[in-house]
């Protein structure tokens, strides 16, 4: 076959190696195979996605008592129905006002903006973030097929990053959108902990908020690797993630960053067989600011400053650094 020399990169250029900074934790930047060398919508929890996320953290015993409290919360709850029901056949449908919108409240009954005083303030829901650069045919890959590749990344990104099941600890959704041989290599990942280099759990369904915001960039060029061509795609965002934290904490404490880096192959379909069609990951590497360290070894993303009854907690959440910015090199040292 012909050897085709890469393109240039659309549309930013890779960024300089950074210099240090402080109040980061690392996810170990370790190099996946390269290729071949070796041989989505968010959307917001309902109730049932908050048991799951739940059930990924506690035993089977604990759920067994909550299902206990629920049906006698549903037997109080029928008695309390019939009785409004009743008062309702006796109130004159004239008389009940129109409700007014009220603002979301926290966990703790304060209608909060919980990126207030974060330079995530100002990013946009990641679903709106997670944008791809125009399509356009590069080396070998027409137009249509680097549209399809950077769809199929878009989804990985969503799915990985911002989707519930990931958050709770199902990773096939995401492991769905890989090539059939990439799979099992990065189902790996998930047993042994190395996943948070490309993907998000979370430690706490109760404090957990929805509404990821989200910023960052993709380029794409055309590429050869072993006498395989492909289409390699180099994403770089921002994650941010908001958490319901005390009052009393610090201002930023409810937002934990995660800022990764990953490149996505997608090889030529002439080039290889079928099972190794579609999406592969070759290189991922993170590091996140505000993230408890202890649940952050474990694989988990948890905030520092939280509250359960009493302060457990009182870290602040310190000067973010250059994390947030894209246009500065991301912080590479560690605290954790």
Not at 60 to 71: F, N, P, T
Not at 206 to 224: I, K, N
């Amino acid at each position: 076959m012909a050897n085709t020399p890469p393109s240039e990169p659309t549309p930013t250029d890779p960024v300089a190696p950074p210099p240090p900074a402080a109040a980061v934790a690392e996810v170990n930047p370790v190099q996946l195979p390269e290729w071949l060398r070796s041989s989505q919508t968010e959307h917001q929890p309902t109730g049932w996605d908050r048991v799951r996320f739940f059930s990924a953290r506690h035993n089977g015993a604990l759920l067994i008592g909550l299902g206990l409290v629920l049906a006698l919360l549903m037997v109080g709850g029928g008695a309390v129905l019939v009785s409004q029901v009743a008062d309702g056949v006796r109130a004159s449908a004239s008389a009940s006002p129109t409700p007014s919108p009220t603002p979301p409240l926290s966990r703790v009954g304060e209608p909060r903006d919980l990126f207030a005083e974060s330079p995530a303030a100002s990013f946009a829901p990641a679903e709106e973030a997670v944008r791809m650069p125009a399509a356009k045919g590069t080396g070998p890959f027409t137009a249509a097929q680097v549209r399809n590749a950077l769809e199929s990344v878009r989804k990985a990104l969503l799915e990985s990053r911002v989707d519930i099941s990931m958050f709770s600890g199902d990773p096939e959704p995401f492991l769905a959108l890989l090539a059939p041989d990439a799979r099992e290599r990065s189902r790996e990942d998930f047993t042994n902990g190395s996943f948070l280099r490309y993907a998000t759990r979370m430690a706490s369904p109760s404090e957990w908020e929805p509404g990821v915001r989200a910023d960052g960039r993709v380029s794409y060029r055309a590429t050869e690797e072993n006498g395989i061509r492909l289409l390699e795609v180099s994403t770089e965002f921002v994650w941010a993630y908001p958490f319901d934290v005390d009052l009393r904490a610090p201002a930023g404490a409810s937002v934990v960053a995660l800022r990764d880096r990953v490149v996505w192959q997608v090889p030529h379909p002439d080039d290889v067989p079928v099972s190794a069609r579609g999406l592969w990951i070759t290189s991922a590497e993170a590091v996140t600011w505000n993230a408890d360290c202890a649940q952050l070894r474990a694989g988990w993303v948890q905030e520092q400053f939280w509250v359960a009854g009493v302060h457990r907690d009182q870290i602040p959440a310190g000067d973010p650094g250059t994390i947030f910015d894209l246009d500065a090199p991301a912080p590479t040292t560690t605290r954790c």
